[in-house]
């Protein structure tokens, strides 16, 4: 379009919005001051909008000037004004503007803006009444009035407001909405309901109008009515999930576990929540009971495992399915969930403890390594990792490796249990390096944070009994883990080696002998020292 063409155009609004009171029926034709003044409001609209504030306000003064009815003008004015927070003079040239134009809409909505804005909500209101007068179809000015109404505490003027509404439209949602939201920020509840009454009969099939309803119901001594629309809305959409975890709820604080269960079920089924939603749930409902109750707990571990098939590669699931069935002793169920935990990028300090746990029943020395290394790449300080790794390697014989992870995890340890596994598998790495005074050394030292530590006790008195000294210290250390454990075998081995090293022969038989009926049983280096205490004794 040109530049003419353009002029036109605006000239034609410009007379249909600044016509003054005594509106003609029909547009006059422009003349050549219409036409220099739809000019000089192109050019105050293009000042304004690359920010030259200043320069329009002049134009639009200029405007009024030449034609002091321009309501159009007026309103640009206000406009302007009241973005530059002058109030007084927005409020007074939109008055102008009404004044000039009263039956124009756009105008009261700007007004009731500006006085909204400044908290005069009784002027905002007069506006939207006026403006509903002039457009009595559209429903925002209804909410808008309602709006100011309720925000002035004025409950009942927002309720005339929307029954006017709802007597143009009829019985609506959108009304009745209006009403039972206005009546329950107000606590008005049993009118709030009504409200809700009348849509639910007016919508049987609308699950979230049952839905109010039934929560009313049932917050209010109504329970068999309440279960009854939860019913209801589950016939009609089975797949509801505040319905399906309200009824849970109800289930569970009523004590029918059975039927609370089945809700469960159905949650856990449901494609429309994803696992972390409804692990969440259910933990909320069961609470510490999950931890108390072996019954509850397995029920839990049957909804987590049937959540596995829905979600296989959620590794979360994995690790709570892990802490379950660790709980419940089954370890090796343990340790492949676990192994899948971590396959699914959980990266957890508790699920690599409980992972290395698992590997003890479960996996090799290698696969322990590889774990620990991971988990020391993520948690570099916590000593644990160094302590299982050190004594794997150790098992591998790949001793000079595993003093130096274990020398590491020193600088980490924090508690006694720390120090004493540290010591005890520093002191077996140096003794099969045949480092015996260093071996030693860490068995003190192991003592010193623990001096009744049975395995410590035990292993220091047979590498004493080993190297064939300090024999009365083995023999002292030794029969205090006997003691304390008479049916431990290896305890008993230990004792009784020593025993046979100080010559006393006999009572190294009668310890042993009491472990003769699992003869079976015993490793090769207990046999061959029976033997030796046999012939030692002539038998």
């Not at 010559?503 to 207990?526: G, H, M, P, R």
């Given at each position: 379009?040109?530049?003419?063409?353009?002029?036109?155009?605006?000239?034609?609004?410009?007379?249909?919005?600044?016509?003054?009171?005594?509106?003609?029926?029909?547009?006059?034709?422009?003349?050549?001051?219409?036409?220099?003044?739809?000019?000089?409001?192109?050019?105050?609209?293009?000042?304004?909008?690359i920010?030259?504030?200043?320069?329009?306000?002049?134009?639009?003064?200029?405007?009024?000037?030449?034609?002091?009815?321009?309501?159009?003008?007026?309103?640009?004015l206000?406009?302007?004004?009241?973005e530059?927070?002058?109030?007084?003079?927005?409020?007074?040239?939109?008055?102008?503007?009404?004044?000039?134009?009263?039956?124009?809409?756009?105008?009261?909505?700007q007004l009731a803006?500006?006085?909204?804005?400044?908290?005069?909500?009784?002027?905002?209101?007069?506006q939207?009444?006026?403006?509903?007068?002039?457009?009595?179809?559209?429903?925002?000015?209804?909410?808008?009035?309602?709006?100011?109404?309720?925000?002035?505490?004025?409950?009942?003027?927002?309720?005339?407001?929307?029954?006017?509404?709802?007597?143009?439209?009829?019985?609506?949602?959108?009304?009745?909405?209006?009403?039972?939201?206005?009546?329950k920020?107000?606590?008005?509840?049993?009118?709030?309901i009504?409200?809700?009454?009348?849509?639910?009969?007016?919508?049987?099939?609308?699950?979230?109008?049952?839905?109010?309803?039934?929560?009313y119901?049932?917050n209010?001594?109504?329970?068999?009515?309440?279960l009854?629309?939860?019913?209801?809305?589950?016939?009609?959409?089975?797949?509801?999930?505040?319905?399906?975890?309200?009824?849970?709820?109800?289930?569970?604080?009523?004590?029918?576990i059975?039927?609370?269960?089945?809700?469960?079920?159905?949650l856990?089924?449901n494609?429309?929540?994803?696992?972390?939603?409804?692990?969440?749930?259910?933990?909320?409902?069961?609470?510490?009971?999950?931890?108390?109750?072996?019954?509850?707990?397995?029920?839990?571990i049957k909804?987590?495992?049937?959540?596995?098939?829905?979600?296989?590669?959620?590794?979360?699931?994995?690790?709570?399915?892990s802490i379950?069935?660790?709980?419940?002793?089954?370890?090796?169920?343990?340790?492949?969930?676990?192994?899948?935990?971590v396959?699914?990028?959980?990266k957890?300090?508790?699920?690599?403890?409980?992972?290395?746990?698992?590997?003890?029943?479960?996996?090799?020395?290698?696969?322990r390594?590889?774990?620990?290394?991971?988990?020391?790449?993520?948690?570099?300080?916590?000593?644990?990792?160094y302590?299982?790794?050190?004594y794997?390697?150790?098992?591998?014989?790949?001793?000079?490796?595993?003093?130096?992870t274990?020398?590491?995890?020193?600088?980490?340890a924090?508690?006694?249990?720390?120090?004493?596994?540290?010591?005890s598998?520093l002191?077996?790495?140096?003794y099969?390096?045949?480092?015996?005074?260093?071996?030693?050394?860490?068995?003190?030292?192991?003592?010193?944070k623990?001096?009744?530590?049975?395995?410590v006790?035990?292993?220091?008195?047979?590498?004493?009994?080993?190297e064939?000294?300090?024999?009365?210290?083995?023999?002292?250390?030794?029969?205090?883990?006997?003691?304390?454990?008479p049916?431990?075998?290896?305890?008993?081995?230990?004792?009784?080696?020593?025993?046979f090293?100080?010559?006393?022969?006999?009572?190294?038989?009668?310890?042993?002998?009491?472990?003769?009926?699992?003869?079976e049983?015993?490793?090769?280096?207990?046999?061959?020292?029976?033997?030796?205490?046999?012939?030692?004794?002539?038998?």
């Amino acid at each position: 379009m040109n530049r003419s063409g353009i002029i036109l155009t605006l000239l034609i609004i410009i007379l249909c919005l600044s016509s003054c009171k005594n509106q003609q029926k029909s547009i006059r034709q422009p003349n050549d001051n219409d036409i220099k003044i739809a000019q000089i409001v192109i050019d105050a609209a293009i000042e304004r909008e690359i920010g030259n504030i200043k320069k329009a306000h002049s134009l639009y003064e200029q405007i009024i000037k030449q034609q002091p009815n321009n309501s159009l003008a007026y309103y640009q004015l206000s406009a302007i004004d009241y973005e530059q927070r002058n109030i007084a003079s927005a409020i007074e040239y939109c008055q102008k503007a009404i004044e000039l134009s009263p039956k124009n809409h756009w105008y009261r909505a700007q007004l009731a803006e500006i006085y909204l804005q400044t908290k005069q909500y009784d002027k905002a209101a007069e506006q939207y009444k006026e403006i509903i007068n002039l457009q009595p179809n559209v429903t925002e000015y209804y909410s808008e009035l309602i709006g100011i109404y309720v925000n002035a505490d004025k409950t009942n003027k927002a309720i005339e407001v929307a029954n006017l509404l709802e007597k143009r439209q009829g019985v609506n949602e959108y009304c009745s909405m209006l009403k039972y939201n206005i009546y329950k920020s107000k606590n008005q509840h049993e009118k709030a309901i009504k409200e809700i009454e009348i849509l639910s009969k007016e919508y049987p099939s609308n699950v979230s109008y049952l839905s109010i309803l039934a929560q009313y119901y049932l917050n209010n001594g109504k329970e068999n009515k309440g279960l009854d629309l939860m019913k209801k809305v589950e016939e009609i959409d089975p797949n509801n999930v505040e319905n399906i975890v309200a009824l849970m709820e109800i289930y569970y604080k009523k004590g029918d576990i059975s039927s609370a269960e089945t809700y469960i079920d159905k949650l856990c089924k449901n494609p429309k929540m994803g696992f972390e939603e409804k692990n969440q749930l259910i933990l909320t409902l069961y609470q510490e009971k999950v931890d108390e109750d072996l019954e509850i707990l397995r029920n839990y571990i049957k909804h987590l495992e049937y959540m596995a098939k829905m979600y296989p590669e959620e590794g979360r699931l994995w690790q709570f399915l892990s802490i379950g069935y660790m709980r419940t002793f089954r370890m090796e169920e343990a340790y492949q969930a676990c192994k899948k935990a971590v396959e699914y990028g959980v990266k957890d300090l508790g699920l690599y403890k409980n992972y290395i746990i698992t590997q003890q029943f479960n996996a090799g020395d290698e696969e322990r390594i590889k774990t620990c290394d991971d988990a020391i790449k993520l948690y570099p300080k916590e000593c644990i990792f160094y302590i299982v790794k050190g004594y794997s390697l150790v098992n591998l014989k790949e001793y000079e490796k595993s003093i130096e992870t274990l020398e590491k995890g020193l600088k980490y340890a924090k508690s006694d249990s720390d120090y004493i596994d540290i010591y005890s598998n520093l002191a077996e790495a140096y003794y099969r390096i045949e480092n015996k005074e260093k071996s030693f050394e860490y068995f003190e030292k192991a003592l010193a944070k623990d001096s009744t530590n049975l395995m410590v006790l035990n292993n220091y008195a047979y590498y004493l009994c080993l190297e064939n000294t300090e024999l009365d210290k083995a023999e002292k250390m030794s029969k205090k883990t006997y003691e304390a454990q008479p049916k431990n075998l290896t305890f008993a081995d230990t004792y009784s080696w020593i025993l046979f090293a100080k010559k006393d022969f006999q009572n190294a038989k009668i310890i042993l002998d009491n472990f003769v009926s699992e003869q079976e049983t015993w490793s090769e280096t207990v046999k061959e020292h029976y033997q030796k205490i046999l012939e030692a004794l002539n038998q």
